[in-house]
């Protein structure tokens, strides 16, 4: 699915699991989300994630082009599971920053997927000050996810863009969408505070009446366990924070960012820019709570044996 030649989202194996990590992850990590927020719909499986969970009773969908939801779900309604025909949906034709600043809502979850910032306009979906309007608009306990490109990119761009991730979410997390053990891209993950993710909870909650779907569609995409979507954790604000000291913070008044990340326009250094992340990662005692079945399983996939 491409919008003025460049692609926006696609059903290739890699591309289906990053959007539905997108999603997923804070459903699944969230007590009991009821709200939802997804800024740009591409071709709606992120947003269509949602729809699997029972305990979600409203999804808004921010998209600035209204061509892009009809057209795009003549071709992805399969993988989206119909999302636009959802009683529960309603799809807000709006710049993303105008709406997010304006409304008066709040959201137990939002989903930030914009294109790569080396892109013109997209780098304000990046900035400091639009992340502190989307924390804004996060209920008490409430989760963000943000796509991070790796590929097309640059070490230099994607340090600022966590940098400036974690400025306004300084308990944040990364987690990686890899291909063929190589890195690709990842997701963001803040909230309004610190989280502590009970393995065996989420687990239970797949496994819950209710819940089949949402199985399903993670093992579609390669995660037939919650410690399997949970291995794929790349690492914590404060384990970065060195490595970051240096990284450019991008602000609504220079907008750093689209002219750092320009200069990765045609680069494939994913691997090695993922292979430098994941050196700072450690065990997190702090986020992970598990049983002592769930544990070591999630430890040995991490590649931390015992």
């Keep these: 699915f491409h919008v003025s ?19 997923h992850l804070p459903a699944l990590l969230h007590p009991n989300p009821k709200s ?17 969970y029972p305990s979600v009773e409203r999804i808004v969908i921010c998209e600035i082009e209204p061509l892009i939801p009809r057209i795009a779900s003549e071709y992805f309604d399969t993988e989206n599971y119909n999302v636009l025909n959802d009683k529960r949906v309603e799809v807000v034709y709006d710049d993303a920053r ?21 892109v013109k306009g997209s780098a304000t979906l990046y900035s400091k000050e639009y992340f502190e309007m989307c924390r804004r608009r996060l209920n008490p306990g409430g989760l963000i996810t943000q796509w991070l490109p790796l590929y097309e990119s640059n070490m230099e761009t994607v340090k600022s863009e966590l940098a400036t991730f974690y400025s306004v979410f300084p308990d944040g997390t990364l987690w990686g969408n890899d291909v063929d053990g190589s890195g690709y891209d990842s997701v963001m993950m803040g909230g309004t505070g610190p989280s502590r993710i009970d393995v065996d909870k989420v ?39 060195g490595w ?37 990662r450690t065990y997190p005692e702090n986020l992970f709570a598990a049983s002592d079945a769930a544990g070591p399983a999630l430890r040995s996939l991490l590649g931390y044996l015992p």
């Excluded at 399997?228 to 954790?233: G, I, R, V």
């Design 244 to 280: 970051l000291k240096d990284a450019q913070i991008n602000r609504d008044l220079d907008l750093r960012l689209q002219y750092l990340a320009g200069l990765g326009l045609n680069l494939q250094q994913a691997g090695t820019i993922y292979s430098e992340i994941l050196r700072q």
């Design 36 to 52: 939802v927020l997804v800024v740009g719909f591409g071709a709606g499986v992120t947003a269509g994630s949602f729809v699997l």
């Design 203 to 241: 687990e239970e909650r797949l496994e819950r009446r209710g819940y089949q779907r949402a199985a399903i569609s993670l093992s579609e995409v390669g995660f037939g366990s919650a410690v399997n979507l949970l291995s794929t954790y790349a690492g914590q604000a404060p384990d970065m924070r």
């Design 5 to 23: 030649g460049k692609v926006e989202a696609s059903s290739e194996p890699h591309d289906m699991r990053l959007q539905r990590m997108l999603g």
């Design 98 to 118: 105008h709406y997010i600043l304006t409304t008066r809502e709040k959201f137990d979850i939002i989903t930030s997927d914009p294109i790569h910032p080396w």
